[in-house]
C-alpha cells in the first residue's frame, strides 16, 4: 500500500518553470503506474500527465511538449517538471498511484491519491 504526498507547489509567472514531486511511501512503488492530475475551482479533474512501471509516459495534449513526468524508483519519486507555465495552469496537482499497467488517462482507474498541491500561475 503506497502513500503519496505531493510538494513543489507554489506561484510562479507566467512563462517560468516549477517542478512538482511525488513522494511515496510502502514497498509496492515500482510496480505502480504513477500520474499527474489536475483541478482547477468549479472544473472537473482532468489528467496531466502519468508513466508506468515500464517508464513509458502519455501526456494530456493540453501540456505536451511543455511538462515532463519522470520517475525516480530509488527515491521512490515521481516528478512533473513543468516549463513555458501559463496562467491557464493554475490548479491543485495531485498524484496518483494505480496498478493498471498500461498509462490511463481516466480518474478512475487511480485508487491511491495525494493531498494535492496548488500550482499558481500569474500573468
Known amino acids: 500500500q503506497v502513500q503519496l504526498v505531493e510538494s513543489g507547489g507554489g506561484l510562479v509567472q507566467a512563462g517560468g518553470s516549477l517542478r512538482l514531486s511525488c513522494a511515496a511511501s510502502g514497498r509496492t512503488f515500482s510496480r505502480q503506474t504513477m500520474g499527474w492530475f489536475r483541478q482547477a475551482p468549479g472544473e472537473e479533474r482532468e489528467f496531466v500527465a502519468a508513466?508506468?512501471?515500464?517508464?513509458?509516459?502519455a501526456y494530456a495534449d493540453s501540456v505536451k511538449v511543455r511538462f515532463t513526468i519522470a520517475r525516480d524508483n530509488a527515491r521512490n519519486t515521481v516528478y512533473l517538471q513543468m516549463s513555458s507555465l501559463k496562467p491557464e495552469d493554475t490548479a491543485v496537482y495531485y498524484c496518483a498511484a494505480s496498478t493498471v499497467l498500461s498509462t490511463p488517462i481516466e480518474s478512475s482507474n487511480y485508487n491511491i491519491w495525494g493531498q494535492g498541491t496548488q500550482v499558481t500561475v500569474s500573468s
Open positions: 508513466i508506468n512501471l515500464f517508464m513509458m509516459t
